[in-house]
């Protein structure tokens, strides 16, 4: 009976989601991955996302307008990771905030000599264990080159899925922790040493701050730009094709 109760509170609140054909077109038309998508992949990419925007608690700071469009795009994206998951691995959350621009989070911590220390860490996102999403929302060509901060915190909370942000999310019973510990190890350790020799890197040096953020970032180019990812990092590649359930590569991202 409970669980009737909520399929039908939740099918209330799906149906009030409402978007015309042309809000879809102009969402869709910035983010050009789907561009190799078929009609059928975008529209239960879609239906996903309509349930998401449903499903979680949107809210704006710093005078930002929330528009369907922006919430269109953030829920495409987030989306795109669990489109062959399934929502359940949002599960555990609900808030979503967004920012405009990049923005500071305040910090306090304290040192060994108990010295508190207040500062403004410039961020562009965060994703808190079992709380809020925060997203900074950039208008088209303002967003920083090659950063996509919305892939990026999305994969931060499927890592948090299985406790705290390590780089490991809960792998697929099919999958090896060895074989994901080796690829996403040895690539991180190639990015370390070229950090350290003052080489350029093909994906953000952010991805070196530690394992969680390599595998944030490495999603972010895995959607963004997974033949760059596919080339400088295969077996990253593949790991992540098995862990998404999508090889991006493909004509159309169909289930591996
Ligand atoms: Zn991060």
Known sequence: MLKQISNWLR???VARVLVTEEQWAKAEA???ILSRWSSEERTRLRQ???EFIAEKQWSSANGLVLTPQIQLIIALQACLLVFNLGLDWYRGW???IVYPGDFAIPRRIVDEVGVVHEYDDPALGEAWQGG???ISWFDGADCPQDVNPVIHEFAHKLDMLNGSSDGMP???SDMSRRTWCDAFGRAYAELQRQLDLGEDT?????AAEEPAEFFAVASEAFFDAPAMLATTYPDVFNQLCIFYRQNPLEPV???L
């Open 11 to 13: 099918e209330r609140r």
């Open 30 to 32: 910035a983010l050009p």
């Open 48 to 50: 996903l996302a309509i």
């Open 94 to 96: 609900s808030g979503i």
């Open 132 to 134: 809020p999403v925060i």
């Open 170 to 172: 809960p792998l697929h």
């Open 202 to 206: 093909a994906i953000d040096p952010y």
């Open 253 to 255: 991202p169909a289930e």
